[in-house]
Nanobody, 119 residues
């Protein structure tokens, strides 16, 4: 089993930046990818960014965050960072860290969520 702990959410004005962190523990060596999803009130949960742990150059970004968000990984560890720049009110949502062992479209592990509010 894998546990995910997020940190770094908060409130910021439009144009500002925030950095989210997600630390995996437990059977983290089984993980194939880690990523971030978000869900705004009344909207479906959407993938924001996904990092393939065994192919560092393979990172997926949603079109809405490309060129603004950067997903990175701490060297040789299962801790990821989502650097969010040029934040917009439309980025306001609960952000969830997610991790998968096999298919990176099937995230079995989720964090508790951290709120990001952009005004």
């Amino acid at each position: 089993h894998v546990q995910l702990v997020e940190s770094g959410g908060g409130s910021v004005q439009a144009g500002g930046s925030l950095r989210l962190s997600c630390a995996a523990s437990g059977d983290k060596h089984l993980l194939n990818c880690m990523g971030w999803y978000r869900q705004a009130p009344g909207k479906k949960r959407e993938a924001v960014a996904v990092l393939y742990l065994h192919a560092a150059t393979m990172t997926y970004y949603a079109d809405s965050v490309k060129d603004r968000f950067i997903l990175s990984r701490e060297d040789d560890d299962h801790t990821t960072f989502l650097q969010m720049n040029s934040l917009e009110p439309g980025d306001t949502a609960m952000y969830y860290c997610a991790a998968a062992e096999g298919d990176c479209r099937d995230f079995a592990y989720w964090g508790q969520g951290t709120q990001v509010t952009v005004s």
